[in-house]
T-cell receptor, first 113, second 115 residues
Framework: DAGVIQSPRHEVTEMGQEVTLRCKPI?????LFWYRQTMMRGLELLIY????????DSGMPEDRFSAKMPNASFSTLKIQPSEPRDSAVYFC???????????FGDGTRLSIL | AQKVTQAQTEISVVEKEDVTLDCVYE???????LFWYKQPPSGELVFLIR??????QNEISGRYSWNFQKSTSSFNFTITASQVVDSAVYFC????????????FGTGTRLQVFP
């Protein structure tokens, strides 16, 4: 079975540019999560969806961040405009149910210059 | 408030040694779930185990074992006869149905196994 698929694996861009991260969850998983990992703050939950509906976006750092899930097999996390402090590894994860194991993608390593 | 503490920032052992990674959690709920994840140097996060709060039986999977003790709010992870491939950062995490099932991660323990 295919796992969670994230793209791109690496992204380097200049500050002020729009960045779009993509995620395809495991088929049949109803929950999708976006995390950010940095050395300073560790793993932080940004937002999660249940059946394509955003449930908790309290972790989204500011209005520059937005996430969508237009269908059960695709989600995007967008940063506009990007800033150097957004540099991090962004993970997408999916699970069958809320308290079931989350399966993570390989992450997107984002560098904002 | 829910919280997960992994007091050991970094542990170094020599191959074949046993090593225990500590995890202490805080919760007010009676129903909750505990998890361990492994993050090898390649960066991906790999699920290892899930345990619910009503199941205090210890679990063994090959060289891995987990000791869940509600009395001390701990969910420790032991690797027996460690190998170089066990080198990774290990995260303990907690979720509570009353808190929308969000995973709250500890800060992780970096394990280095030397040959």
């Amino acid at each position: 079975d295919a796992g969670v698929i994230q793209s791109p694996r690496h992204e380097v861009t200049e500050m002020g540019q729009e960045v779009t991260l993509r995620c395809k969850p495991i088929s049949g998983h109803d929950y999708l999560f976006w995390y950010r990992q940095t050395m300073m703050r560790g793993l932080e939950l940004l937002i999660y969806f249940n059946n394509n509906v955003p449930i908790d976006d309290s972790g989204m750092p500011e209005d520059r961040f937005s996430a969508k899930m237009p269908n059960a097999s695709f989600s995007t996390l967008k940063i506009q405009p990007s800033e150097p402090r957004d540099s991090a590894v962004y993970f997408c994860a999916s699970s069958l149910a809320g308290n079931q194991p989350q399966h993570f993608g390989d992450g997107t390593r984002l560098s904002i210059l | 408030a829910q919280k997960v503490t992994q007091a050991q920032t970094e542990i170094s052992v020599v191959e074949k040694e046993d090593v225990t990674l500590d995890c202490v959690y805080e919760t007010r709920d009676t129903t909750y779930y505990l998890f361990w994840y492994k993050q090898p140097p390649s960066g991906e996060l790999v699920f290892l185990i899930r345990r619910n709060s009503f199941d205090e039986q210890n679990e063994i999977s090959g060289r891995y074992s987990w000791n869940f003790q509600k009395s001390t709010s701990s969910f420790n992870f032991t690797i027996t006869a460690s190998q170089v491939v066990d080198s990774a950062v290990y995260f303990c995490a907690l979720s509570e149905p009353s808190n929308t099932d969000k995973l709250i991660f500890g800060t992780g323990t970096r394990l280095q196994v030397f040959p």
